[in-house]
């Protein structure tokens, strides 16, 4: 959701920033980088260490709730769409292909981020206070499988962040990369491309067979 179909980082960017200041202190440039597509928890645990606190469960969930509820507010005023994301999701729904959205932000945020998107695209959302482990484990992709009731190798999961990635990858899926604020590595299950506006549907449907067959090639 967050850096491949809205450019809702920017956003985090600003709460992230805000939290910091409270704390009369700046946020690193290689703290945030190391953040993009991190969950709630893990990106707490990152703050308080580079702020030097105490890893107190209850301040670091007091600060997850705060962050939320700011970011809440930014995300009321709209979403900006990534390129040909929008088109992309039109498109896939039209030809009737089921999605699932699968993200590390809670619910009840990432409801207020489908105001924007559109819930009728999905036939199923997976967020991160949702499964065990949120990404970089396979949690939610292996959940958003099983709802879907699909195989995850069936599966091609469109990702901006390192850590989407490695989840995604993790779960066994096909993995799109459109990099959105940090570069992605490449991987065997891997292929890269600049934007969504410059796929079509079948577009999708020939990077998934090029994954799946090299994936069998090299297991055979």
Do not use: Q
């Not at 292909?97 to 489908?114: G, Q, S, W």
């Not at 396979?138 to 958003?144: E, F, K, M, V």
């Not at 099983?146 to 995604?168: F, I, N, Q």
């Amino acid at each position: 959701m967050d850096g491949t179909l809205v450019d809702s980082e920017k956003l985090w960017d600003v709460s992230l920033s805000a939290l910091y200041e409270s704390f009369g202190r700046e946020m690193s440039r290689e703290t945030r980088t190391a953040l993009v597509g991190a969950s709630a928890e893990d990106t707490m645990v990152a703050v308080y260490t580079e702020l030097g606190l105490e890893l107190d469960p209850d301040a670091m969930k007091e600060s997850i709730r705060w962050l939320h509820e700011h970011t809440a507010g930014l995300f009321a005023d709209g979403l900006p769409w990534c390129a040909g994301a929008r088109e992309m999701l039109e498109a896939v729904k039209a030809d009737g292909t089921p999605m699932a959205l699968v993200t590390n932000t809670d619910r009840h945020l990432a409801e207020r981020a489908l105001d924007t998107i559109g819930r009728h695209h999905f036939a199923v959302t997976v967020c991160g206070d949702e499964v065990p482990s949120g990404k970089p484990a396979p949690d939610p992709y292996l959940r958003a499988a099983e709802l879907l009731e699909v195989a995850p190798a069936e599966c091609l999961a469109v990702e901006d962040s390192v850590t989407g990635a490695a989840a995604a990858e993790r779960a066994g899926c096909a993995v799109l990369i459109v990099p959105n604020e940090v570069p992605v590595p490449g991987g065997l299950r891997r292929r890269h491309i600049g934007s969504l506006a410059d796929l079509d549907v079948d577009g999708l449907r020939r990077i998934y067979h090029e994954i799946d067959d090299e994936v069998r090639h090299r297991s055979a």
